[in-house]
């Protein structure tokens, strides 16, 4: 029977398939986002007869075991902490990020890691050549026979040498390269895309091989290619950070193993990425002393506090408009966060050109650190230096008040043990929050009592606000 050629219309953002063109797309509502592709119909004898032959059963829930060992730990304890507890047999994994951050140099730390315990890894390459591979492997270290590298791109040819080494481990670099020939449409396309990715999720699912996927992302910062790529895989990691900065971020947005939460923090060096265990004292590393402007907040990633520094710089605009600049949390926040002091605490910025900056370059959006935000702008706004041994954490609403945020006894545990000595919180969560010794813990109720605490803290008259 002879292939027919079509074309159909897909849409880039989540891979619905339509006979023709749509100015907004019927499954997600985004508009403008239709392509045209040709395809090629498969005639009955492709993939799905062989994979008939061996037809799944319905079994009972209470047949089905668990076993937690099927983990293997990856050797980096910040990738194990961000997949659950180690790498799942059998499991799909997609890494995404920006050109350049890392992606491929943290797969081949794992594939070294991984075959010094006896794992059997491929890599397959289709951007680069087994030397260059070879050239970037030598940073890290020795890698032992068990260490395959194979240069190609053919889905086909893939899946046959898949199929014949039969690793533990497979690492695809990258997605958007490989290819189908029966479909007829260009590599990284809509249609390539989600072919290829049908297939390694066959290879995972029917012989347990754990598939590392790399994927390129598009100027917004997601991965190129449909939605349906992410909706495929078991976990979905981005790699985040300024490819001219040190520090890299490991967050998990797709996790069907564990939690989504969790971050994993590392330090670009010549010889690879390394881990970063206290990211808290690594971020607060170079902290300005007796400087306006400037305070320390703390905000959860999973189960980890973190502190960071919030920087912020307010002074009179000659413009018509003044200027508004954030750099590291949500830009609509920060506004919002200065109509309140206007408005409930007679704080008359809007003259003013605003600078907020997260110290470190990393990017934190929890609500937990607007009373740092709240604190930083005042303190720059009267030019009152906030002592360095305090902290502070809390969530503002637009009445001013100060709402109760999560796990507040695990933030100023991480303050106590970094030597901070004040932590500035919600009032109302001191009722779950059990004594800490060494550390004096301030409730504040409304955003007035943040700048009362500002203006009489050298006056020393905080009795009325100890708690």
């Known amino acids: 029977m002879a292939k027919g050629k079509t074309t159909v219309f897909f849409c880039q953002n989540c891979g619905y398939e339509s006979s023709k063109w749509q100015g907004q797309c019927p ?64 499991s799909l994994m997609l890494v995404g ?9 943290l797969l081949l730390q794992v594939c070294h890691h991984l075959c010094e315990q006896g794992k059997k890894v491929l890599y397959v390459s289709g951007e680069e050549s087994a030397r260059q591979i070879k050239l970037r492997a030598q940073r890290i270290g020795d890698f032992r026979d068990d260490f395959l590298i194979l240069c190609e791109t053919n889905l086909e040819l893939v899946r046959e040498s898949i199929e014949q080494e039969k690793p533990d481990f497979a690492v695809i670099d990258s997605i958007q390269t490989m290819f189908h020939e029966d479909v007829s449409a260009a590599p990284g396309s809509v249609s390539q895309v989600r072919e290829s990715t049908n297939v390694f999720m066959q290879i995972a699912k029917g012989s347990g091989v754990s598939i590392f996927l790399v994927g390129h992302v598009t100027k917004e910062g997601v991965v190129a290619g449909p939605r349906v790529l992410e909706h495929m895989v078991d976990t979905v ?64 990633e999973g189960s980890r506090p973190i502190l960071i520094e919030i920087q912020a710089l307010v002074c009179e605009s000659n413009l018509p408009m003044p200027r508004r600049t954030t750099a590291g949390t949500d830009f609509n926040r920060v506004n919002l966060l200065l109509a309140v002091l206007e408005k409930r605490a007679g704080m008359h910025m809007s003259a003013c050109d605003v600078y907020v900056n997260i110290a470190g370059g990393i990017r934190m959006t929890e609500p937990a650190i607007d009373l740092g935000l709240i604190l930083a702008l005042v303190s720059s706004y009267r030019d009152l230096v906030i002592d360095e041994k305090t902290i502070a954490f809390g ?45 004096r813990v301030i409730g504040l109720e409304t955003v007035r009592d943040a700048v009362q605490y500002l203006m009489e803290r050298r006056s020393g008259d905080l009795e009325s606000m100890f708690v």
């Not at 990020?97 to 140099?105: A, E, L, Q, V």
């Open 395 to 439: 969530e503002v609403g637009l009445s001013g008040e100060i709402r109760a945020v999560s796990m507040a006894q695990q933030r100023v545990q991480e303050a106590k043990k970094l030597g901070f000595e004040t932590v500035l919180l919600p009032k109302v969560s001191l009722k779950s929050l059990p004594k800490v010794e060494g550390i």
């Open 237 to 300: 990691l981005y790699f985040e950070g300024d490819r001219y900065a040190s520090y890299r971020i490991l967050r998990g947005v797709k996790n069907r193993f564990g939690s989504t939460n969790e971050i994993g923090v590392f330090e670009m060096r010549r010889d690879g990425l390394h881990e970063v265990t206290n990211p808290s004292e690594y971020m607060l590393d170079g902290k300005p002393q007796n400087a306006s402007g400037s305070i320390v907040a703390c905000s959860m």
């Open 97 to 105: 990020g920006d050109p350049g951050i890392g992606k491929s140099t």
């Open 27 to 90: 499954a997600c509502h985004e508009w403008n986002t239709f392509t045209e592709e040709p395809t090629v119909k498969k005639s009955s004898s492709s993939g799905r007869v062989r994979m008939s032959a061996e037809r799944a059963r319905p079994v009972k829930l209470s047949g089905i075991e668990t076993d937690e060992k099927q983990r293997i730990t990856s050797g980096i304890g910040e990738l194990d902490r961000v997949l659950g507890g180690g790498i799942v047999a059998g």
